[in-house]
């Protein structure tokens, strides 16, 4: 048999070595090995030396294969180009959260497919098409080779790059799972977060699952036909469709659901945006998460400081609930949301 590490939990790791008669114990520590030192073990204490060449026989270790790294000149985000199991590249970011001395620490986004079926009309990735799943090794190791490159300690994780992770449920959240195993990297579920274009099917099986993941939803529009003629995904799950399962997600866990809102001047930051927004969401507790829109093409632009101001007035007015402004750094590599495209 061949078992590859990084693509399984402690817990499936150990049932895959039972027949060679490794333990639970056992297998937690060639997990740890795994993921901390990148390696399997050449020796461990308790374990013979011949039993130990058994496992390493049936063990596979994979790297991807690291093709291009760029720095941000204006704000220090870092751009990672991957290859692995196939041809096509995939990109990753590191996002430096250095503002508080002595806790400094980085955020890694990862990918969870090469390109992206959903087709969203201000996302670059959206315009590339579908070309495969990620396996669960491949978006777990995106994370060691941020962490291998890093100064300081990668203490989140989201999968916001390249695709749809609710499109690759299994292998997604098999990822977010070893990325927070206390034998693995031991990085807090609730600062792992899975966002969704609105996937209802994979947000009603996160929330019957009870992942302790963060939920980010992409909402962009209270308005369906607005929403539609930019979020194709629209058509499938209708917005009303979209809301009773975030309703759903968050009766059965119990935690706020954030909505991220792609800002774009001229259509969704005037104050009946905000008006149906709160409409939309009316007896729901939620965060909102204002983004705004990176299009080197210039087809969509970020709204101006006068419509941004208005919008918050009308948002602080009407939706009384918190809202934050998330800064998309590293546009100048195109690293920024909305920018990935595997170049």
Same mark, same amino acid.
């Given at each position: 048999?061949?078992?590859?590490?990084?693509?399984?939990?402690?817990?499936?790791?150990?049932?895959?070595?039972?027949p060679?008669?490794?333990?639970?114990?056992?297998?937690?520590?060639?997990?740890? !090995?795994?993921?901390r030192?990148?390696a399997?073990p050449?020796?461990?204490?308790e374990?013979?030396?011949r039993?130990l060449?058994?496992?390493?026989?049936n063990?596979?270790? /994979?790297r991807?294969?690291?093709?291009?790294?760029?720095?941000?000149?204006?704000?220090g985000?870092v751009?990672?180009?991957?290859?692995?199991?196939?041809?096509?590249?995939?990109?990753?970011v590191?996002?430096?959260?250095?503002?508080?001395?002595?806790?400094?620490?980085?955020?890694?986004?990862?990918s969870?497919?090469?390109?992206? /079926?959903?087709?969203?009309?201000?996302?670059?990735?959206?315009?590339?098409?579908?070309?495969?799943?990620?396996?669960?090794?491949?978006?777990?190791?995106?994370?060691?080779r941020?962490?291998?490159d890093?100064?300081?300690?990668?203490?989140?994780?989201?999968f916001?790059?390249?695709?749809?992770?609710l499109?690759n449920?299994? *292998? *997604?959240?098999?990822? !977010?799972?070893?990325?927070?195993?206390?034998?693995?990297l031991a990085i807090a579920? %609730?600062s792992?977060?899975?966002?969704? !274009?609105g996937?209802v099917?994979g947000?009603?099986?996160l929330g019957?699952e009870?992942?302790?993941f963060?939920?980010?939803?992409s909402l962009?529009?209270?308005? /369906?036909?607005?929403?539609? *003629?930019?979020?194709?995904?629209?058509?499938?799950y209708?917005?009303?469709?979209?809301m009773?399962?975030?309703?759903?997600?968050?009766?059965?866990?119990?935690r706020?659901a954030t909505?991220?809102?792609?800002?774009?001047?001229?259509?969704?930051?005037? %104050?009946?945006? *905000?008006?149906q927004?709160a409409e939309l969401?009316?007896?729901?507790?939620?965060?909102?998460?204002?983004?705004d829109?990176?299009?080197p093409?210039?087809?969509?632009?970020?709204?101006?400081?006068?419509?941004?101001?208005a919008f918050?007035?009308?948002?602080?007015?009407?939706? %009384?609930?918190p809202?934050?402004?998330?800064y998309?750094?590293?546009r100048?590599?195109?690293?920024?949301?909305?920018?990935l495209a595997?170049?």
């Amino acid at each position: 048999m061949s078992i590859v590490l990084k693509n399984l939990t402690a817990e499936e790791l150990g049932a895959a070595l039972a027949p060679l008669g490794v333990s639970p114990r056992l297998a937690r520590q060639l997990q740890a !090995a795994a993921l901390r030192n990148d390696a399997i073990p050449a020796s461990l204490p308790e374990v013979s030396p011949r039993l130990l060449a058994r496992i390493r026989q049936n063990l596979v270790l /994979p790297r991807l294969d690291l093709l291009d790294r760029r720095v941000s000149a204006l704000d220090g985000f870092v751009k990672y180009v991957f290859g692995g199991e196939g041809a096509d590249r995939f990109e990753a970011v590191r996002i430096p959260l250095l503002h508080r001395a002595g806790d400094e620490k980085y955020v890694a986004c990862i990918s969870s497919q090469v390109g992206c /079926p959903l087709g969203c009309a201000f996302c670059a990735t959206g315009k590339m098409g579908f070309k495969r799943n990620l396996a669960t090794w491949e978006m777990v190791d995106q994370v060691l080779r941020i962490r291998a490159d890093s100064p300081h300690p990668v203490r989140g994780v989201v999968f916001m790059g390249m695709g749809e992770p609710l499109l690759n449920y299994d *292998a *997604a959240i098999r990822a !977010a799972r070893i990325l927070s195993e206390p034998c693995g990297l031991a990085i807090a579920a %609730k600062s792992i977060s899975i966002s969704t !274009a609105g996937v209802v099917l994979g947000i009603r099986r996160l929330g019957a699952e009870r992942w302790p993941f963060r939920l980010i939803v992409s909402l962009t529009s209270a308005d /369906p036909d607005r929403r539609r *003629a930019l979020m194709p995904i629209e058509a499938r799950y209708p917005l009303p469709e979209l809301m009773a399962a975030i309703r759903e997600y968050q009766t059965i866990t119990g935690r706020r659901a954030t909505l991220a809102w792609t800002m774009i001047s001229g259509f969704n930051v005037r %104050k009946e945006d *905000a008006v149906q927004l709160a409409e939309l969401v009316r007896g729901l507790p939620i965060k909102l998460d204002l983004i705004d829109v990176n299009d080197p093409t210039g087809t969509y632009r970020s709204p101006t400081p006068v419509e941004l101001n208005a919008f918050r007035d009308a948002l602080r007015a009407h939706l %009384k609930m918190p809202v934050a402004r998330r800064y998309s750094g590293g546009r100048d590599i195109h690293a920024a949301c909305g920018m990935l495209a595997g170049a």
